[in-house]
T-cell receptor, first 112, second 118 residues
Framework: RKEVEQDPGPFNVPEGATVAFNCTYS??????FFWYRQDCRKEPKLLMS???SGNEDGRFTAQLNRASQYISLLIRDSKLSDSATYLC?????????????FGIGTKLQVIP | DAGVTQSPTHLIKTRGQQVTLRCSPK?????VSWYQQALGQGPQFIFQ???????QRGNFPDRFSGHQFPNYSSELNVNALLLGDSALYLC?????????????????FGNGTRLTVT
């Protein structure tokens, strides 16, 4: 089983739609969670951290479910500019150092 | 406030050659990690440098080596290039080694170096 699993998509949604992505992780000791956005042939950019109580940033909402070991990203009122790949990142400790693991990414295409 | 900078942006090499990629971390960051991202894949961890030492390493052969300098900048060296080494190489920096149990700061990425091996 992969350490971090994501549905690669693509998710094709119309403008204005609400879309949600999930990401599951295998290590129950995982401590920090992030969502990154990556545009085609560009570097990943931090979208938002994911906190235990859930957090919101404008149209974006992130949730963490430790019991089921998954995090989610909800995008409301999708814009054309939201088209990108969304990478799930999970951190956990091993041998005294944090290990950062990326999912494969979920591709979102917002259609006019 | 300069972010993470990488050079060169693009590089074309021939099988068997050697390549060196460079990275300067974001101001205030002292930990540098290198990732390889093949097309359609998520970034794969190569190694991490802190205090001029390799602290962690992913599943990459010894052909991949690195270095960190006193000013926290870093190099990634790949010897005996293979066609499969063609990828986007990403450098990421973070503000130091967090203590176990504490919140881990997110990584900040450079623009990457796109390496093509022919």
């Amino acid at each position: 089983r992969k350490e971090v699993e994501q549905d690669p998509g693509p998710f094709n949604v119309p403008e204005g739609a609400t879309v949600a992505f999930n990401c599951t992780y295998s290590n129950s000791a995982s401590q920090s969670f992030f969502w990154y956005r990556q545009d085609c042939r560009k570097e990943p950019k931090l979208l938002m951290s994911v906190y235990s109580s859930g957090n919101e940033d404008g149209r974006f909402t992130a949730q963490l479910n430790r019991a089921s070991q998954y995090i989610s990203l909800l995008i409301r009122d999708s814009k054309l500019s939201d088209s990108a790949t969304y990478l799930c990142v999970v951190n956990y400790w091993v041998g005294g150092y944090q290990k950062v693991t990326f999912g494969i990414g979920t591709k979102l295409q917002v259609i006019p | 406030d300069a972010g993470v900078t990488q050079s060169p942006t693009h590089l074309i090499k021939t099988r068997g050659q050697q390549v060196t990629l460079r990275c300067s971390p974001k101001s205030g960051h002292d930990t540098v990690s290198w990732y390889q991202q093949a097309l359609g894949q998520g970034p794969q961890f190569i190694f991490q440098y802190y205090e001029e030492e390799e602290r962690q390493r992913g599943n990459f052969p010894d052909r991949f080596s690195g270095h960190q300098f006193p000013n926290y900048s870093s190099e990634l060296n790949v010897n005996a290039l293979l066609l499969g080494d063609s990828a986007l190489y990403l450098c990421a920096s973070s503000p130091g080694q967090a203590r176990e149990g504490s919140y881990n700061s997110p990584l900040h990425f450079g623009n990457g170096t796109r390496l093509t091996v022919t």
